[in-house]
């Protein structure tokens, strides 16, 4: 039986064996670890410290009074010790027989439990002198238990724990329970860098591995668990870092070459009639970038495989009409075009805009699904896309259902694509035959975050807006300018304009913002602008309404608009020049941007001006200074970046984010750079295909699963 056991655990272990293969871990431990996803040797070394302590032994403790020691120490006894404060004061002394305490002012009757006589420990803290050498409050690790302990058959060396730079480990309490803290992990990750001496193969291209000056994978490994040095601690984190990055990147490179193999089914032509004679009939210039961008669409979209796109543009910047005149060279030629927008108000206001733009072409077949329309006419229109009677469908959600289905849908255009997650854009690619897609974002992204994120797509920027539009002169006043406010408000609706004034509504406390925003609705119709129209929107309102209130606003029948965020993203009215945001201290600074962008729209001078109490955190001040010095969409998003981190940047629809161990979007923006380059130039998609690190990115890690 004890054979049997010993044999199992002595046999050939690799990076890919079982943890369950390493002396020490039955089934139990095996269970614990699999709980935070440690299943292979491999997954337990990529289990790296979250932090780590210089344990390097003090050896001459009287010289060093006043420093950050290390001491190993042998409890001898506690006591409380009452004075103005009591507290708990653990004896013990160093190998050498120098009397050292341990002063715990909390925690009293916890710690008074842990220390107990003949107990081993490592202390780390500053070495005061108080009536005798003493810690107050070390950090602490237990090293033996003494005595008859089952834990004292520690055959590992005492080296791991202490006398050096060691390892914390993040743990959790189904690990605790296993004996799997910090030092119980520092063991067994030690234990199986012994096991695998020599055993570890290298995984990147010997050319990256010299080019780069890495360390080769098993010493990185050493290092980064156990570092013999700070500098090669650093040096360990790098590899790792770059190792992530790298594999991630060889990932896009192969959804890539994947789709690559998908043949396309579906042409649209070179070029439209009805395009033309849109663009002939336009009020304006296209601008440069749209012309560009409209090419390089072009180009894209007349391959044999279908293009994945992803035209990136700040608020304002006219990527509606690309995506109107591209989406004209599929109907011209009976293909149908889906379009599908976050809400319903942008969704109704895009199918306008296309009616407009069409004029009295004889368009036939456009459609506007939104949700909640009369079973009929929802049915009606159901048959003529799955008959193809009709050609290019705008709308909402309600596009993903079922029972959508469509003859042949060879575009499908999402805008505000962050707004929707994954495995909604799958489902709307999915009713199409293989499809083209071209995902549009008024988010600027940080370059870095848009090559995580979309680096396997087709990239196209509209940088500069349209010509003539005037800066947005942006102002920051606390509420006790709120007369005055109202006053400039009065001034420009006299003039002729229109104006926005937003109010925050968050999830927790929904119902109080609602109420909060009708209560203002109601004041400022009633008390503040009774000589004009005001109107009110919100997302609980019906479709009907929603719609009445857009189109009042877009007539100018109502020129001061009290509305929640649902305006945020891309609605558009030229017209409105003033924007006034409440408690815009409350909002991040990528939603202060995109609300803002629905004013500047026009030839007007155009103001958006933030209001908030006066006492608000410093964190919120930053966003909101931003705002007022630039107008920049990619300058406010690093901004936002260093801020609030990627993922609440992005949004919580936007989980998308690989989840990367060590690399950090924030930090390594050179590595992101770096190890793309790499890894198109010596990764083999085989490497990836065979390696497991790359299957820990979710497939939802990039805008489209293939
Ligand atoms: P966004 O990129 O934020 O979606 P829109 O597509 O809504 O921007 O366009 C913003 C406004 O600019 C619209 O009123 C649109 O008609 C107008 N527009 C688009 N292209 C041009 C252009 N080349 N010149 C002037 N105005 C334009
Ligand atoms: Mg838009």
């Known amino acids: 039986m004890k054979n049997s056991a010993s044999e199992k655990k002595t046999g050939a272990v690799g990076l890919s064996s079982s943890v369950s293969s390493l002396k020490g871990v039955g089934a139990k ?155 119980g992990l520092r063991r067994l990750v030690f234990y199986s860098l012994e096991t695998l001496k020599g055993k570890i193969p290298e995984i990147l291209p010997k050319e990256v591995v010299s080019l780069r000056t890495f360390l080769d994978r098993e010493s990185a490994f050493r290092e980064i668990h156990f570092p013999s040095e700070e500098a090669n601690l650093s040096k360990a984190r790098t590899r790792f870092k770059y190792e992530e990055l790298y594999y991630f990147n060889l990932l896009i490179e192969y959804k890539r070459s994947r789709r690559a193999k998908v043949p396309r089914i579906l042409w649209p032509l070179p070029e439209s009639q009805s395009a033309k004679e849109v663009v002939s009939k336009l009020p304006f210039q296209l601008t440069g970038d749209q012309t560009e961008s409209l090419s390089k669409i072009g180009e894209w979209t007349r391959s044999d495989t279908p293009a994945a796109i992803l035209l990136q543009g700040d608020v304002g910047s006219g990527k509606t009409l690309v995506a109107l005149l591209t989406a004209l060279r599929y109907t011209d030629n009976q293909v149908q075009v ?75 255009v999402i805008d505000e694509q962050h707004k929707f997650g994954v495995e909604q854009r799958e489902t709307l690619r999915a009713k199409g035959k293989n499809p083209d897609i071209l995902a549009m974002t008024a988010t600027p992204i940080p370059r870095t975050l848009c090559l995580t994120l979309y680096g396997d797509l087709e990239l196209v920027t509209l940088k500069h807006k349209p010509a003539g539009r005037k800066p947005i002169q942006t102002r920051w006043f606390t509420d006790s300018r709120r007369n005055g406010v109202y ?57 009907a309404e929603k719609d009445r209130v857009m189109n009042s606003f877009q007539k100018n029948e109502i020129q001061i608009l009290v509305s929640t965020t649902v305006i945020e993203v891309g609605v558009d009215v030229p017209n409105a020049s003033v924007m006034v945001i409440e408690h815009s201290d409350r909002f991040g600074i990528s939603q202060l941007h995109q609300l803002r962008g629905r004013v500047g729209r026009g030839s007007h001078e155009s103001f958006c001006i933030l209001l908030s109490d006066s006492q608000v955190s410093e964190e919120a001040k930053v966003r909101i200074q931003a705002l007022v010095d630039s107008e920049d969409g990619f300058l406010l998003s690093e901004i936002d970046l260093k801020l609030r981190g990627p993922g609440e940047l992005l949004g919580v629809r936007q989980s998308g984010l690989p989840d990367f161990r060590i690399a950090d979007l924030r930090e390594d923006k050179d590595w992101i750079e770096i190890s793309r380059d790499d890894a198109k130039k010596f990764g083999s998609i085989g490497d990836m295909e065979k390696n497991e690190i790359s299957h820990r990115f979710a497939e939802g890690a990039l805008l489209f699963s293939n």
């Not at 927008?341 to 009295?360: D, K």
């Not at 009929?376 to 229109?381: G, M, V």
């Not at 048959?383 to 050609?391: G, P």
């Open 29 to 183: 431990k095996e269970e614990a670890l699999a709980s935070v996803g440690i299943r292979t040797v491999q997954d337990l070394l990529l289990w790296f410290p979250r932090k780590y302590l210089d344990r390097n032994l003090t050896e001459n403790i009287l010289l060093k009074q006043g420093e950050s020691v290390t001491l190993i120490l042998e409890i001898l006894d506690s006591y409380l010790a009452h004075g103005r404060k009591t507290r708990l004061v653990v004896t013990a002394k160093t190998k050498n027989n120098e009397p050292v305490s341990l002063v715990f002012f909390k925690g009293v009757q916890y710690f008074r439990r842990v220390f107990h006589t003949g107990l081993l420990v490592a202390a780390t803290g500053r070495l005061e002198y108080f009536r005798g050498f003493q810690l107050v409050h070390p950090d602490y690790e237990i090293l033996s238990y003494g005595g008859n302990s089952e834990l004292n058959t520690d055959d590992l060396p005492e080296s791991i724990h202490v006398g050096r730079i060691i390892p914390l480990y993040p743990t959790t309490e189904a690990l605790r329970e296993e004996h799997l803290d910090s030092r």
């Open 338 to 412: 889906c379009m599908v927008a976050p809400t319903e108000i942008l969704a109704r206001q895009h199918y306008q805009t296309v009616l407009r733009f069409l004029g009295n072409m004889p368009f036939l077949g456009i459609e506007l699904l939104v949700g909640k329309e009369p079973k009929k006419i929802r049915a009606e229109k159901l048959y003529r896309l799955k008959k193809a009677e009709s050609y290019f469908v705008i709308g909402t959600h309600s596009l993903f259902q079922e029972d959508v289905e469509f003859k042949d849908l060879g575009l499908v």
């Open 487 to 543: 006053n400039s408000i009065r001034k420009y609706v006299l003039q002729g304009r229109q104006c926005y004034i937003v109010y925050p509504l968050v999830e927790e406390s929904e119902k109080s913002d609602l109420k909060s925003c009708i209560e203002a609705y109601e004041t400022l119709q009633k008390d503040v602008f009774p000589e004009f129209s005001v109107g009110l929107l919100h997302g609980r309102l019906d479709a």
